[in-house]
Protein backbone atom coordinates (compact mmCIF):
# COMPACT_ATOMS: atom_id res chain seq x y z
CA UNK A 1 0.00 0.00 0.00
CA UNK A 2 1.43 3.29 -0.43
CA UNK A 3 1.73 5.91 2.17
CA UNK A 4 1.12 9.36 2.75
CA UNK A 5 4.60 10.32 1.34
CA UNK A 6 3.97 7.93 -1.61
CA UNK A 7 1.21 10.13 -2.66
CA UNK A 8 3.04 13.36 -2.03
CA UNK A 9 5.25 12.12 -4.76
CA UNK A 10 2.61 11.16 -7.30
CA UNK A 11 0.83 14.52 -6.59
CA UNK A 12 4.02 16.08 -7.24
CA UNK A 13 4.99 13.56 -10.37
CA UNK A 14 2.12 15.05 -12.28
CA UNK A 15 2.56 16.88 -15.30
CA UNK A 16 -0.09 19.35 -14.62
CA UNK A 17 -0.33 21.80 -11.76
CA UNK A 18 -2.78 20.47 -9.33
CA UNK A 19 -4.82 22.29 -6.56
CA UNK A 20 -6.93 21.21 -3.75
CA UNK A 21 -9.33 23.77 -3.23
CA UNK A 22 -12.36 23.69 -0.44
CA UNK A 23 -16.04 24.48 -0.69
CA UNK A 24 -14.66 28.44 0.00
CA UNK A 25 -12.72 28.08 -2.50
CA UNK A 26 -9.42 28.28 -0.25
CA UNK A 27 -6.15 26.62 -1.81
CA UNK A 28 -5.24 23.64 0.56
CA UNK A 29 -2.66 22.15 -1.25
CA UNK A 30 -0.44 22.10 -4.22
CA UNK A 31 1.89 20.40 -6.20
CA UNK A 32 4.89 21.30 -7.55
CA UNK A 33 4.04 21.95 -11.11
CA UNK A 34 1.62 25.01 -9.41
CA UNK A 35 4.52 26.32 -8.04
CA UNK A 36 6.38 26.49 -11.18
CA UNK A 37 3.37 27.47 -13.22
CA UNK A 38 2.35 30.60 -11.27
CA UNK A 39 5.62 31.91 -9.26
CA UNK A 40 4.06 31.93 -6.23
CA UNK A 41 5.85 29.86 -3.35
CA UNK A 42 3.49 26.89 -2.03
CA UNK A 43 3.28 29.31 1.57
CA UNK A 44 1.81 32.08 -0.41
CA UNK A 45 -0.79 30.29 -2.13
CA UNK A 46 -1.58 27.71 0.75
CA UNK A 47 -4.84 29.22 2.61
CA UNK A 48 -5.24 31.91 -0.06
CA UNK A 49 -8.52 32.12 -2.48
CA UNK A 50 -8.02 30.46 -5.69
CA UNK A 51 -9.52 33.76 -7.25
CA UNK A 52 -5.66 35.14 -6.53
CA UNK A 53 -4.60 32.95 -9.84
CA UNK A 54 -7.62 33.97 -12.26
CA UNK A 55 -7.26 37.38 -13.80
CA UNK A 56 -9.01 40.53 -12.19
CA UNK A 57 -11.86 40.76 -15.49
CA UNK A 58 -12.92 37.23 -14.64
CA UNK A 59 -12.93 37.21 -10.98
CA UNK A 60 -16.24 37.91 -9.90
CA UNK A 61 -16.95 35.01 -12.63
CA UNK A 62 -15.49 32.51 -11.59
CA UNK A 63 -16.59 32.91 -7.75
CA UNK A 64 -20.02 32.57 -9.11
CA UNK A 65 -19.33 29.51 -10.90
CA UNK A 66 -17.46 27.77 -8.36
CA UNK A 67 -20.25 28.39 -5.74
CA UNK A 68 -22.68 27.04 -8.60
CA UNK A 69 -20.27 24.37 -8.86
CA UNK A 70 -20.08 23.21 -5.53
CA UNK A 71 -24.07 22.58 -5.17
CA UNK A 72 -23.44 19.71 -7.81
CA UNK A 73 -20.13 18.73 -8.03
CA UNK A 74 -18.96 16.51 -10.89
CA UNK A 75 -16.15 15.78 -12.36
CA UNK A 76 -15.83 17.88 -15.70
CA UNK A 77 -13.32 19.97 -17.49
CA UNK A 78 -14.11 23.96 -16.47
CA UNK A 79 -15.39 27.22 -18.64
CA UNK A 80 -16.19 24.36 -21.42
CA UNK A 81 -15.89 26.32 -25.04
CA UNK A 82 -14.12 29.35 -22.59
CA UNK A 83 -10.82 30.53 -24.15
CA UNK A 84 -9.22 30.47 -20.01
CA UNK A 85 -6.29 32.01 -18.34
CA UNK A 86 -4.61 32.01 -15.85
CA UNK A 87 -2.85 34.95 -13.60
CA UNK A 88 0.66 34.37 -12.38
CA UNK A 89 2.60 35.75 -9.74
CA UNK A 90 4.52 38.79 -12.04
CA UNK A 91 1.32 39.67 -13.99
CA UNK A 92 1.31 38.16 -16.76
CA UNK A 93 -1.18 35.50 -18.00
CA UNK A 94 -0.95 32.02 -19.58
CA UNK A 95 -3.88 29.93 -21.91
CA UNK A 96 -4.92 27.00 -19.46
CA UNK A 97 -7.17 23.72 -19.62
CA UNK A 98 -8.75 23.14 -15.75
CA UNK A 99 -10.54 20.29 -15.29
CA UNK A 100 -12.10 20.00 -11.85
CA UNK A 101 -13.01 16.65 -9.66
CA UNK A 102 -15.06 17.02 -6.18
CA UNK A 103 -13.56 14.53 -3.57
CA UNK A 104 -13.95 14.45 -0.10
CA UNK A 105 -10.19 14.53 1.26
CA UNK A 106 -11.00 15.47 5.25
CA UNK A 107 -13.74 13.72 7.80
CA UNK A 108 -16.34 16.26 6.83
CA UNK A 109 -14.48 18.57 3.98
CA UNK A 110 -15.51 18.72 0.25
CA UNK A 111 -12.56 19.50 -1.48
CA UNK A 112 -12.06 20.13 -5.37
CA UNK A 113 -8.80 18.76 -6.96
CA UNK A 114 -7.88 21.09 -9.84
CA UNK A 115 -5.56 20.01 -12.84
CA UNK A 116 -4.48 22.80 -14.65
CA UNK A 117 -2.53 22.94 -17.83
CA UNK A 118 -0.86 25.09 -19.62
CA UNK A 119 -1.93 24.94 -23.32
CA UNK A 120 0.46 27.93 -24.76
CA UNK A 121 2.40 25.93 -26.90
CA UNK A 122 -1.11 24.21 -28.19
CA UNK A 123 -2.48 27.84 -28.58
CA UNK A 124 0.61 29.05 -30.83
CA UNK A 125 0.72 26.11 -32.88
CA UNK A 126 -3.33 26.87 -33.20
CA UNK A 127 -2.09 30.16 -34.34
CA UNK A 128 0.37 29.10 -36.32
CA UNK A 129 -1.81 26.94 -38.21
CA UNK A 130 -4.23 29.29 -39.15
CA UNK A 131 -1.53 31.98 -40.13
CA UNK A 132 -0.05 29.47 -42.85
CA UNK A 133 -3.76 28.39 -44.28
CA UNK A 134 -4.04 32.67 -44.20
CA UNK A 135 -0.48 32.67 -45.77
CA UNK A 136 -1.53 29.63 -48.42
CA UNK A 137 -4.70 31.97 -49.55
CA UNK A 138 -2.94 35.23 -49.90
CA UNK A 139 -0.16 33.47 -51.65
CA UNK A 140 -3.01 31.93 -54.10
CA UNK A 141 -4.95 35.28 -54.05
CA UNK A 142 -1.51 36.85 -55.81
CA UNK A 143 -0.09 34.22 -58.27
CA UNK A 144 -3.77 34.34 -59.56
CA UNK A 145 -3.25 38.27 -59.81
CA UNK A 146 -0.18 37.66 -61.40
CA UNK A 147 -1.07 35.55 -63.98
CA UNK A 148 -3.96 37.41 -65.03
CA UNK A 149 -2.30 40.76 -65.03
CA UNK A 150 1.00 39.66 -66.25
CA UNK A 151 0.77 36.69 -68.51
CA UNK A 152 -2.52 36.47 -69.90
CA UNK A 153 -1.89 39.73 -70.94
CA UNK A 154 0.92 38.84 -72.66
CA UNK A 155 -0.73 35.89 -74.17
CA UNK A 156 -3.52 37.69 -75.63
CA UNK A 157 -0.83 40.47 -76.53
CA UNK A 158 1.13 38.04 -77.88
CA UNK A 159 -1.54 36.11 -79.79
CA UNK A 160 -3.13 39.36 -81.69
CA UNK A 161 0.72 40.27 -82.66
CA UNK A 162 1.17 36.38 -84.73
CA UNK A 163 -2.52 37.28 -86.32
CA UNK A 164 -1.55 40.56 -87.69
CA UNK A 165 1.99 38.87 -88.75
CA UNK A 166 0.40 36.83 -90.92
CA UNK A 167 -1.51 39.62 -92.47
CA UNK A 168 1.67 41.58 -93.04
CA UNK A 169 2.45 42.24 -96.55
CA UNK A 170 5.30 44.49 -96.16
CA UNK A 171 8.51 42.21 -95.59
CA UNK A 172 10.63 44.75 -93.60
CA UNK A 173 7.59 45.18 -90.86
CA UNK A 174 7.13 41.28 -91.01
CA UNK A 175 10.80 41.08 -89.75
CA UNK A 176 10.49 43.79 -86.87
CA UNK A 177 7.09 42.54 -85.85
CA UNK A 178 8.96 38.80 -85.51
CA UNK A 179 11.44 40.31 -83.50
CA UNK A 180 9.07 41.99 -81.70
CA UNK A 181 7.13 38.76 -80.80
CA UNK A 182 10.26 36.70 -80.41
CA UNK A 183 11.48 39.35 -77.46
CA UNK A 184 8.26 39.14 -75.68
CA UNK A 185 8.27 35.73 -75.56
CA UNK A 186 11.70 35.89 -74.13
CA UNK A 187 10.37 38.69 -71.37
CA UNK A 188 7.28 36.41 -70.39
CA UNK A 189 9.67 33.26 -69.86
CA UNK A 190 12.02 35.26 -67.44
CA UNK A 191 8.73 36.44 -65.75
CA UNK A 192 8.07 33.06 -65.33
CA UNK A 193 11.53 32.25 -64.19
CA UNK A 194 10.93 34.91 -61.60
CA UNK A 195 7.57 33.62 -60.39
CA UNK A 196 9.03 30.25 -60.00
CA UNK A 197 11.84 31.92 -58.15
CA UNK A 198 9.40 33.40 -55.52
CA UNK A 199 7.68 30.21 -54.89
CA UNK A 200 10.87 28.17 -54.32
CA UNK A 201 13.88 29.73 -54.61
CA UNK A 202 16.12 27.28 -56.70
CA UNK A 203 19.45 29.29 -55.70
CA UNK A 204 19.31 28.72 -52.41
CA UNK A 205 19.84 25.42 -52.18
CA UNK A 206 22.82 25.48 -54.55
CA UNK A 207 24.26 28.71 -54.48
CA UNK A 208 23.46 29.74 -50.66
CA UNK A 209 21.42 32.61 -49.54
CA UNK A 210 23.87 35.67 -50.45
CA UNK A 211 23.53 34.49 -54.14
CA UNK A 212 19.63 33.38 -53.80
CA UNK A 213 19.15 37.42 -52.45
CA UNK A 214 21.26 38.67 -54.79
CA UNK A 215 18.94 37.17 -57.48
CA UNK A 216 16.10 38.64 -56.13
CA UNK A 217 16.98 42.11 -55.61
CA UNK A 218 18.42 42.06 -59.11
CA UNK A 219 14.81 40.73 -60.28
CA UNK A 220 13.41 43.75 -57.73
CA UNK A 221 15.09 46.45 -59.54
CA UNK A 222 14.73 45.13 -63.24
CA UNK A 223 10.72 45.09 -62.92
CA UNK A 224 9.67 47.69 -60.11
CA UNK A 225 12.85 50.15 -60.65
CA UNK A 226 13.53 49.56 -57.23
CA UNK A 227 16.96 49.60 -55.69
CA UNK A 228 18.27 47.21 -53.11
CA UNK A 229 21.55 48.31 -51.38
CA UNK A 230 22.94 45.40 -50.18
CA UNK A 231 26.00 43.94 -48.62
CA UNK A 232 25.75 39.93 -48.76
CA UNK A 233 29.39 39.10 -48.48
CA UNK A 234 30.35 36.46 -45.58
CA UNK A 235 26.85 35.14 -44.86
CA UNK A 236 27.58 31.37 -46.14
CA UNK A 237 27.55 28.68 -44.07
CA UNK A 238 26.47 30.12 -41.11
CA UNK A 239 22.95 29.17 -41.17
CA UNK A 240 21.54 25.53 -41.03
CA UNK A 241 18.49 25.04 -44.04
CA UNK A 242 15.54 25.67 -41.63
CA UNK A 243 17.03 28.91 -40.53
CA UNK A 244 18.55 30.18 -44.23
CA UNK A 245 15.44 29.38 -45.52
CA UNK A 246 13.55 31.16 -42.64
CA UNK A 247 15.70 34.30 -43.08
CA UNK A 248 15.15 34.27 -46.84
CA UNK A 249 11.62 34.77 -46.42
CA UNK A 250 11.96 36.88 -43.95
CA UNK A 251 14.33 39.26 -45.99
CA UNK A 252 12.15 39.09 -49.43
CA UNK A 253 9.06 40.14 -47.30
CA UNK A 254 10.46 42.94 -45.61
CA UNK A 255 12.18 44.08 -48.95
CA UNK A 256 8.68 43.25 -50.90
CA UNK A 257 6.90 45.52 -48.26
CA UNK A 258 9.45 48.53 -48.93
CA UNK A 259 8.55 48.33 -52.38
CA UNK A 260 5.27 48.20 -52.02
CA UNK A 261 4.25 50.53 -48.64
CA UNK A 262 6.90 52.71 -48.15
CA UNK A 263 6.71 54.86 -51.16
CA UNK A 264 10.53 55.24 -51.71
CA UNK A 265 12.85 53.56 -54.66
CA UNK A 266 15.27 52.25 -52.25
CA UNK A 267 16.46 50.29 -49.49
CA UNK A 268 18.77 49.55 -47.48
CA UNK A 269 20.04 45.66 -46.38
CA UNK A 270 22.78 44.88 -44.67
CA UNK A 271 24.10 41.60 -42.31
CA UNK A 272 25.83 41.15 -39.50
CA UNK A 273 27.20 37.75 -38.19
CA UNK A 274 27.89 37.88 -34.31
CA UNK A 275 26.81 36.51 -30.88
CA UNK A 276 25.94 33.04 -32.69
CA UNK A 277 23.16 34.40 -35.01
CA UNK A 278 22.65 36.45 -38.28
CA UNK A 279 20.73 39.54 -37.62
CA UNK A 280 19.16 41.05 -41.21
CA UNK A 281 18.75 44.49 -41.46
CA UNK A 282 16.17 46.10 -43.29
CA UNK A 283 15.92 49.68 -43.78
CA UNK A 284 13.82 52.22 -45.52
CA UNK A 285 13.31 55.81 -45.66
CA UNK A 286 10.04 56.24 -46.17
CA UNK A 287 6.56 56.51 -45.37
CA UNK A 288 6.67 54.45 -42.31
CA UNK A 289 3.09 53.07 -40.60
CA UNK A 290 1.56 52.70 -37.03
CA UNK A 291 2.66 49.76 -35.60
CA UNK A 292 -0.44 47.81 -33.93
CA UNK A 293 -0.06 45.77 -30.77
CA UNK A 294 0.72 41.75 -30.87
CA UNK A 295 -2.82 40.78 -30.87
CA UNK A 296 -3.54 43.08 -33.64
CA UNK A 297 -0.88 41.86 -35.31
CA UNK A 298 -2.00 38.31 -35.37
CA UNK A 299 -5.33 39.52 -37.24
CA UNK A 300 -5.75 40.02 -40.93
CA UNK A 301 -4.05 42.78 -43.22
CA UNK A 302 -0.51 41.72 -41.41
CA UNK A 303 0.02 38.24 -42.49
CA UNK A 304 3.58 39.16 -43.79
CA UNK A 305 4.59 40.87 -40.68
CA UNK A 306 3.29 38.36 -38.35
CA UNK A 307 4.65 35.29 -40.39
CA UNK A 308 7.95 37.48 -40.32
CA UNK A 309 7.76 36.82 -36.98
CA UNK A 310 6.65 33.33 -36.43
CA UNK A 311 9.10 32.18 -39.11
CA UNK A 312 12.20 33.62 -36.83
CA UNK A 313 10.88 32.47 -33.70
CA UNK A 314 10.12 28.65 -35.17
CA UNK A 315 14.13 28.60 -34.99
CA UNK A 316 14.54 30.11 -31.88
CA UNK A 317 14.88 33.84 -33.49
CA UNK A 318 13.38 36.93 -33.33
CA UNK A 319 12.20 39.97 -35.47
CA UNK A 320 11.88 43.58 -34.26
CA UNK A 321 10.00 46.09 -36.06
CA UNK A 322 10.82 50.22 -35.62
CA UNK A 323 8.72 52.04 -37.75
CA UNK A 324 6.54 55.86 -37.33
CA UNK A 325 4.27 57.38 -39.86
CA UNK A 326 7.05 59.47 -41.86
CA UNK A 327 9.89 57.96 -39.94
CA UNK A 328 10.71 55.01 -42.90
CA UNK A 329 10.81 51.81 -40.91
CA UNK A 330 13.69 49.15 -40.17
CA UNK A 331 13.10 45.43 -39.47
CA UNK A 332 15.73 43.22 -37.55
CA UNK A 333 15.53 39.88 -37.99
CA UNK A 334 17.92 37.75 -36.04
CA UNK A 335 18.40 33.57 -36.72
CA UNK A 336 20.84 31.76 -34.61
CA UNK A 337 23.06 29.33 -35.73
CA UNK A 338 22.20 26.98 -33.77
CA UNK A 339 18.25 25.97 -34.33
CA UNK A 340 16.70 26.16 -30.61
CA UNK A 341 13.17 25.44 -31.56
CA UNK A 342 10.19 27.41 -31.26
CA UNK A 343 10.43 29.85 -28.52
CA UNK A 344 6.87 31.07 -26.77
CA UNK A 345 6.04 34.61 -27.98
N1 LIG B 1 8.22 49.24 -45.17
C1 LIG B 1 6.97 49.70 -44.98
N2 LIG B 1 6.68 51.01 -45.20
C2 LIG B 1 5.43 51.49 -45.03
N3 LIG B 1 4.38 50.72 -44.63
C3 LIG B 1 4.60 49.42 -44.41
C4 LIG B 1 5.89 48.83 -44.57
N4 LIG B 1 5.81 47.53 -44.25
C5 LIG B 1 4.53 47.30 -43.92
N5 LIG B 1 3.79 48.43 -44.00
C6 LIG B 1 2.37 48.57 -43.66
O1 LIG B 1 1.98 47.47 -42.89
C7 LIG B 1 0.90 46.79 -43.49
C8 LIG B 1 0.97 45.31 -43.25
O2 LIG B 1 2.14 44.77 -43.82
P1 LIG B 1 2.21 43.18 -44.02
O3 LIG B 1 3.45 42.87 -44.73
O4 LIG B 1 1.97 42.54 -42.71
O5 LIG B 1 0.97 42.98 -44.94
P2 LIG B 1 0.73 41.83 -46.01
O6 LIG B 1 -0.41 41.07 -45.48
O7 LIG B 1 2.01 41.16 -46.32
O8 LIG B 1 0.26 42.60 -47.26
P3 LIG B 1 1.17 43.02 -48.44
O9 LIG B 1 1.27 41.80 -49.28
O10 LIG B 1 0.42 44.14 -49.04
O11 LIG B 1 2.51 43.44 -47.87
C9 LIG B 1 0.94 47.18 -44.95
O12 LIG B 1 -0.31 47.14 -45.52
C10 LIG B 1 1.48 48.61 -44.88
O13 LIG B 1 0.44 49.50 -44.62
MG1 LIG C 1 3.72 42.32 -46.77
Same mark, same amino acid.
Given at each position: ?5 ? *? ?32 ? @?? $? ?16 ? =? ?5 ? =? ?91 ? =? ?47 ? @? ?12 ? *? ?46 ? $? ?35 ? /?? /? ?19 ? /? ?13
Amino acid at each position: MLNQRD *YTAVFDASPDAMLVVDADGVIHDLNRQAVAMFGW @SR $EELEGSEVERLIPDASRG =RHRRHRR =RYGESPKPRPMGEGLELEALRKDGTTIPVEISLSPSQLGPDQKHVICAVRDISTWRRMRRLSGMMIAAAEQERKHLSRELHDEFLQNLVALKI =RVKLLADEKDDGERERARARIAEDIGGTILGVKRMIRGLLPPELDRQGL @SSALGSVFRDIEDV *YGFKVHASLSGLDGELDEVATLALYRIVQEAVGNAVRHAGVNEATVTF $ESAKGAVTATIRDEGCGFELPGAEALSGDGWVGLAGM /RE /RAALVGGHVVVRTSPGGGTTI /RASVPFQNTGGQSG
